[in-house]
């Protein structure tokens, strides 16, 4: 076969004759604390072609695409990178053991006579993946962010260069932004994500992109701890993916395919819905009833004191573990704006010693109440992503060191991360005030857009 197919939550697999690449492979088991599982079965075909793969790409290092238990399955295969600003993934796979390579950004990388990637990272700590299989591009966004993604100028004008196109995005209501908030009385904050339009949402980055086709991509879990299934009311139905789209220039695809690049056809993949499940958190180490040791919230104080930058839009972070409180802060008084997150020990623990307090966020087991004035009623962007992708994945913990960072991605395409920046800017002054409007928002965007050159009719 030359071709690819897409499979689970965000895996794509690439063939020239035999399988070649797997990117993100998560295909059994669970992620985030055991809160999320796989919404279905990854076939055994899909499977034996994943670990077949001579070369995994791993696009960034949360659990539904890091998956050490899936990737120690893969451990005789060569590790691909994006080349990320610190580094981490890298050190941390070089010294597990695994054969690691870090591809440079825009620049081509031949895997096989026919199958050639082109890795680009960005300041977010994602990164996006072109596969050029015989003429035919695909990019892989997976959960690049428009706001955050500064490639996105040179990503739409490498597409144009291919006659067929493919696009994979993370595309639903945003379950995975951390939805679990309550009120200073306790009451859970109902999320109001289900008023997005997905098929609209999705339809403003094809109106960019261009692309040929589009794919439904890094959105298939679904959650399983008693203490988060809540949340599986606000997973993305399929059905939700074609409400508001209108293309058509694009046509959109199932999730799942295989696509023949010698004659150009496709087939629709249909894996088995996995049976949902309910597992107590004790099965993955979490008593909410444990208290934490002394030891523990002097741990807690250095992880949480060590982010300079945290302080500058927060005044205390408040932990509520066993019922007890524990509140971190380098003030003696105005506690005005700050947070407090609830939940078990051992998981916030091994967040902290593992640096990946994001993995809580997303899991959505975690309650979150915030004090004060939040402009946009979440946890961004004040303490995400300050604390949990600059400072536990690049070693950010100041100003200086913040500036240093943007820099070294500026110097990799000065112009392109200057039309960025100024963009983002001026969306982040905008958003807010459109979010709980979807219609004009959408409408909005595209006209930011069409101001840029990034619309047309």
Known sequence: MLGFETIGNATLVCHDGAPVLA????FEGSAYFGSWGLANQVPDRQRSDILACPFIWLSHGHPDHLNLACLDQVAGSTILLPDHVGGRIQADLTQAGFSVRVLRDRTWNALSDRIQVMSLSDANQDAALLVNIHGRLIVNLNDCSQEHFFWKHFVRNVMSKFETRF???IAGYGDANMINYFDDRGHRIEPRIKNIQVGAKIQFF???????YFLPFSSFHRYQRSDSLWANEYTTPLSAYRDGWSSTRTQMLPPH??????DDTWTAISPPSLEAVECAPEEFGDCWSDPLESSEERALRAYFERVENLWEALDFVT???GGRETTVSPRTRRFERGVTFELPRQSLMTAVEHRVFDDLLIGNFMKTTLHGHWETQTVYPHLAPTLSKYADNAGVLNRAQFQHYLAQYKRRAPITYLLHRLGSQSQARIRPFLE???DLLHTALRGYQ???GGWRA
């Open 23 to 26: 990117t993100d492979p998560w």
């Open 167 to 169: 696009l994979l995005k």
């Open 206 to 212: 094809t109106d960019y992109y261009r692309p040929t």
């Open 257 to 262: 395919i295989a696509y023949n690049c010698e």
């Open 319 to 321: 932990l509520r573990v």
């Open 436 to 438: 709980n409007h979807p």
């Open 450 to 452: 069409w101001v840029r």
